[in-house]
């Protein structure tokens, strides 16, 4: 019950508006601002870098990194090639370093932290309760309660997609999980940096993190619903609608091979 009051309270943001990047210079306060992007538009991580340099947070919270690597990260850097290597960012997985550096250069005092699942974590949803799987306290996240019908069964549908249909049906729920994991991760390692430092802590990760109805936004506000939170979803060539975030930006899609070729 939990779970569904709070997804209809934020399924449609209040302030929901698209806007344009000039706007990222004066967003409203927040104590926690989810940032979305697309994980391979350098346009979208000139707009992050925008918002950051605005809003100085105290920390920055990635998707991209493990809490380990955020660990090894210099106190001041020379080059973006320094603070790649102290990352160990090649060989991630995750687009060129040179597109993400001007969101450090924006805040280059922030504290680093990593929100990553590790792969063994990710996977081991697929064979455990994802309660059983996840850092935290669960059930301040809500991972020990099952999803309602609908929105289990209109996720599986995006995970499908997402992956150009090509998954068996069985692993779909497990696909689902691991989504709910990365929420629920980001958004206890956001609440962490902002105990931590005091705030304001901006949190990196891809749009569909910062829905307001079931991404790291709502696992954050299930935790710590004193917590004023702020979200930007980007979009390429149009949003969904509703877009359900807070703000969103929507840009020109970059030029990139067929993601589903791999699938063939």
């Avoid at 609440?191 to 901006?202: H, Q």
Wanted: negative net charge.
């Amino acid at each position: 019950m939990k779970w569904m009051l709070l997804g209809a309270a934020l399924a449609l943001p209040a302030q929901a508006e698209q806007i344009a990047p000039d706007r990222l210079d004066s967003l409203p306060g927040a104590s926690v601002f989810f940032l979305g992007e697309v994980h391979d538009h350098p346009g979208h991580h000139l707009n992050q870098a925008r918002a950051i340099a605005a809003i100085q947070p105290t920390a920055m919270v990635f998707e991209m990194l493990t809490d380990a690597q955020a660990a090894n990260a210099p106190a001041t850097w020379d080059s973006a090639e320094t603070l790649a290597d102290a990352l160990a960012w090649d060989g991630s997985g995750w687009p060129d370093f040179a597109i993400y550096y001007p969101i450090f250069e924006a805040a280059p005092t922030a504290r680093i932290y990593g929100a990553a699942v590790p792969r063994a974590q990710a996977r081991a949803v697929f064979e455990q309760p994802v309660a059983q799987v996840f850092a935290g306290d669960a059930a301040r996240f809500a991972l020990d309660t099952p999803l309602p019908e609908t929105e289990q069964a209109a996720r599986e549908t995006l995970q499908a997609e997402a992956h150009c249909n090509a998954l068996p049906a069985n692993l779909l729920p497990g696909m689902v999980a691991v989504q709910r994991l990365r929420d629920a991760e980001l958004a206890r390692v956001a609440e962490l940096a902002l105990r931590d430092t005091g705030g304001p802590v901006v949190v990196i990760t891809g749009t569909g993190h910062v829905r307001r109805d079931w991404g790291a936004p709502a696992a954050l506000a299930l935790a710590a619903p004193e917590v004023a939170t702020l979200s930007l979803g980007q979009y390429e060539d149009a949003a969904p609608d509703p877009a359900l975030t807070d703000f969103w930006i929507v840009t020109d899609a970059v030029d990139r091979d067929d993601p589903c070729a791999a699938f063939q």
